[in-house]
């Protein structure tokens, strides 16, 4: 075993040390280690989905580094859950209306793609984490409460009945203790997820008594008559399939809190936990799959690469970040920059690197030329939709550059002009310069008339410092970039003026200039 692993302190080594510390009995008795993830499929799947098996695998990775136990990733879909509003962000959403109350496997798909609308969802989930290559067992709830595989588990928590309804009921306001039941009968007449009180509880039958107007119901809690509200399926799901380790977003903690309370009542230890922090939208509003804010999985791969989008994944887990999509680029840019660190540096450095999580140990190695900051910049300043144009300002840097060996360049190219196509330019805003900015960037042009080809990007950033220190005092020499960026760019930020120099070409960035300060 390779000590480097053990004393790793990146979160995800970290995670699976403790998960073999405190369930190595378990673990080894099962042959096994069993990661969960849940999905619940009342919306279009989401970044958030996505970002909770991305990091649980990247655990996963971790753990088999430090153990020769097998492992089993679950990606379980809630899809038994009765509809309880109409999505705002889908296309014949009125399709749904005669249909509230059902299990999302009972409804119509909207899209007309699937047999229902949670088939549907789920299939949109599987297609993704299939195109990220992710190893997984989907399994859905309909499938297991139908089949019979949970009823063993049901049965126990019908025995439990009132030690489950003691734990629960604390945590409930008044009126919704009056008509709380763990089991949610399905109604034979309507197909409908029935939330209604429990009169009767018939243990040695595996049965329970509801009412509905007045009328007294039997039904077996067994054979997918029944599923469990859900603080209680989720500790049943423990219980029934001996999960070792789920992390879970920071608004579920008092949930998961009180399902370990329930999984430990039914006779098993709960699994070890891990909450991560909530993406926000650029309001700082919670992503919600119902409400279609923040972005979709599909927008970050319309504008940068799998990679970025693990990478971003990986960072800070437990910290909130806002997630939409003027956060693209940073994330491409840091994602390249712990990329071409990787390869200089020893092992331990390695397994604290963030790419080390992303590519399981072997990231792709290439010289990273060029930031997407830059490329972006490029685009917008020729307004290219041609990948051809953006390879002859890159070759200005590098005449010999032979763009086959440059298969990350290559991607971020075709990125760089879609995310600037719909994100970038419609939002530029040029304004014209005051007496002191255009005598700034008259000195810009000039100097650029008479660069010195041979100039590094450093060397041509340190010449534009200087003009800015003719015009501005030394505190205020943002404010000689910032104008840069507003007049030439027509953007709030921008590149580092040496780069995009060197790559755009003196002559192409003197003409930019002068067609912005006539």
């Keep these: 075993m390779n000590n480097d692993y053990l004393n790793s302190k990146s979160w995800p080594f970290v995670e699976a040390k403790n998960l073999l510390k405190k369930r190595k009995k378990q673990i080894e008795d ?63 959403s009125e399709i749904l209306k005669n249909h509230l109350g059902k299990p999302l496997t009972s409804i119509p798909d909207p899209f007309n793609k699937f047999s229902s609308y949670g088939e549907h969802n789920n299939e949109m989930l599987k297609k993704f984490l299939d195109d990220f290559k992710f190893k997984y067992d989907f399994k859905s709830s309909t499938s297991l409460y139908q089949k019979g595989e949970f009823d063993k588990s049901l049965l126990k928590v019908l ?42 509880v018939l243990k040695d039958k595996g049965e329970i008594v509801y009412e ?13 008559k029944c599923k469990l509200q859900w603080k209680v399926d989720w500790a049943m799901r423990w219980y029934a399939l001996n999960v070792d380790f789920e992390m879970y977003g920071k608004d579920l903690i008092p949930s998961a809190e009180l399902s370990s309370k329930i999984c430990k009542l039914l006779g098993a230890q709960p699994p070890n936990g891990f ?14 799959k119902s409400k279609g804010n923040g972005i979709l999985i ?20 437990q910290r909130a970040k806002k997630l939409y999509p003027e956060a693209i680029p940073k994330a491409v840019d840091e994602y390249l920059n712990f990329l071409e660190k990787f390869i200089d540096q020893d092992t331990k450095e390695k397994l604290g690197n963030p790419v080390w999580h992303v590519h399981n140990g072997k990231p792709p190695v290439e010289k ?151």
Excluded at 275 to 288: M, N, Q, R, V
Aim: hydrophobic residues 35%.
């Design 212 to 224: 509905v107007d007045g009328k007294k119901i039997k039904t077996q809690v067994t054979k997918g």
């Design 368 to 518: 990273i030329i060029i930031s997407f900051a830059v490329l972006l910049n490029l685009v917008s300043a020729s307004n290219a939709e041609d990948q051809d144009i953006i390879w002859k300002f890159i070759k200005n840097y590098n005449t010999k550059l032979n763009k086959d060996e440059f298969p990350i360049l290559k991607t971020l190219i075709g990125k760089a002009i879609v995310y600037y196509k719909d994100i970038v330019k419609p939002k530029k805003i040029y304004r014209k310069p005051n007496e002191t900015e255009r005598n700034a960037l008259n000195d810009l042009v000039s100097l650029l008339s008479s660069l010195d080809e041979k100039l590094t990007p450093s060397e041509i950033q340190t010449e534009v410092f200087t003009i800015g220190k003719k015009y501005y005092p030394k505190e205020k020499l943002r404010d000689w970039f910032k104008a840069i960026y507003e007049i030439v760019f027509g953007d709030q930020q921008g590149p580092r003026m040496g780069s995009f120099i060197k790559f755009y070409g003196t002559k192409e960035t003197k003409e930019l200039i002068e067609s912005k300060i006539k």
């Design 159 to 200: 025995e439990n009945y009132e030690k489950v309804m003691d734990l629960i009921l604390p945590t409930l306001g008044p009126e919704r203790r009056k008509t709380y039941s763990p089991f949610l009968p399905i109604c034979n007449t309507t197909g409908k997820v029935l939330e209604v009180p429990i009169v009767e």
């Design 275 to 288: 909450f991560y922090e909530l993406f926000l939208d650029d309001k700082g509003e919670k992503i919600s």
């Design 298 to 317: 599909e927008d970050w791969l319309k504008y940068a690469s799998h990679e970025s989008l693990a990478f971003y994944m990986y960072q800070n887990p």
């Design 30 to 92: 099962k042959g096994y280690a069993l990661f969960q993830t849940g999905y619940g499929p009342s919306g279009l799947p989401h970044i958030g989905t996505f970002g909770e098996v991305c990091r649980t695998t990247m655990v996963i990775q971790a753990f088999q580094k430090i153990s020769k136990i097998p492992t089993k990733l679950f990606t379980f879909s809630d899809d038994l859950d009765g509809l309880r509003k109409i999505p705002e962000n889908i296309t014949n």
